[in-house]
């Protein structure tokens, strides 16, 4: 008769950094490559255009784009409508595909060319929503990715009311954050990598540990809406290097890339947890109130801010641009 083996749990000297952070932080992977997905186990997935038009240029996923073509060229549409339409479906594709690899949600974008446009976002997130419900999605399991303008804000308000979670993106600045807990968003994505590339590039000089302003950046939100016991989730997002993402340890969500998931992995240095719910509520902070007046004003004079959520909406829409002409060229 065969005795079963016993593993001996591993010490906490032994886990890796990645199973560390999983203790505190829910570990989301920042990619469309299904490969990656299944490799490191996260919690989630995060996609957005730029990531998955890469995702269609990989030969292993010629299949996902050549299966919705052979769909959706029977739709009856055409011109710029039967693109959009098959666009719309690829996106929801890859979604469908990682909520078949991960346990919890997938984030998919709307189009940034919306971003100014409250109405559009509305009918594009309904839209997507719809594709997933008519796949047997429930809609919990999906979060829509807008960005954090003023528009963008008020279209996730309206989204939440219908049941629909919204993911804030291209965020960089506090007033952002605070809108978006008042319009009960379900998770928000500061992007730590991007205002740290700024300030490196304006002050000429490197930023490391605590004093790097990405990090800051989610520290002081994170701070806020746990003073404020605010149920929006935090999700750190945009790394460039591992650094970053050990002083966000704690944060209710990390969403990473596979190189830097990797990274973690092969480390198995204590991690130290960095942001704490009980210390953030002893903070003292004042509580913001915003009109649309002062929003725009504070992120005005948050230069940082301003370009951050531009160039993003630029870059966001380029490659949706992409992707089109990659559909049109398909058809």
């Known amino acids: 008769m065969s005795t079963a083996v016993v593993e001996p749990k591993k010490s906490e000297t032994e886990l890796n950094q990645l199973d560390q952070l999983r203790k505190f932080t829910k570990v989301v992977a920042d990619t469309a490559d299904f ?37 959706r060229k029977k739709s009856g549409l ?46 594009k997130a309904q839209r997507l929503i719809q594709l997933y419900e008519e796949r047997k ?10 960005a954090s303008t003023w528009e963008g804000l008020n279209a996730a308000e309206q989204l939440q009311k219908e049941g629909i979670r919204c993911n804030l993106t291209l965020m960089f600045s506090l007033p952002q954050a605070v809108r978006a807990a008042e319009a009960k968003a379900q998770l928000i994505s500061p992007f730590v990598g991007r205002i740290y590339d700024w300030y490196k590039k304006e002050n000429k000089r490197d930023y490391a540990g ?25 999700m750190g997002a945009s790394f460039r290097n591992v650094g970053q993402i050990r002083e966000l340890a704690g944060c209710d969500a990390l969403t990473i890339s ?12 204590p991690l130290e947890r960095k942001l704490d719910p009980e210390k953030a509520k002893s903070t ?13 004003w504070l ?33």
């Open 137 to 146: 999605i429930a809609r919990e399991r999906v979060l829509i990715k807008i």
């Open 35 to 71: 490969e990656s997905i299944k490799e490191f186990k996260p919690q989630d997935a995060t996609t957005n255009p730029s990531l998955v038009y890469a995702a269609t240029q990989k030969p292993q996923y010629a299949h996902v784009v050549e299966e919705v073509l052979a769909d």
């Open 284 to 296: 003292k902070i004042d509580k913001l109130e915003f009109d649309e007046k002062k929003f725009r």
């Open 210 to 234: 605590p004093e790097d302003p990405g990090v800051q950046s989610v520290n002081e939100i994170y701070t806020y809406y746990k003073k404020f016991d605010i149920a929006t989730e935090v």
């Open 78 to 123: 055409s011109g710029h409508d039967q693109i959009e339409d098959i666009c719309d479906h690829l996106l929801v594709q890859f979604g469908c595909d990682i909520l078949e690899i991960v346990p919890g949600r997938v984030s998919t974008e709307t189009d940034a060319r919306l971003s100014f446009d409250v109405e559009g976002s509305i009918n």
């Open 258 to 269: 596979p190189e830097l998931m990797k990274e973690l992995s092969e480390s198995t240095e």
């Open 299 to 331: 992120l005005n004079e948050n230069a940082m801010a301003t370009e951050k959520t531009a160039e993003g909406i630029r870059k966001f829409a380029a490659d949706v641009v992409k992707l089109e002409k990659f559909v049109a060229g398909k058809l």
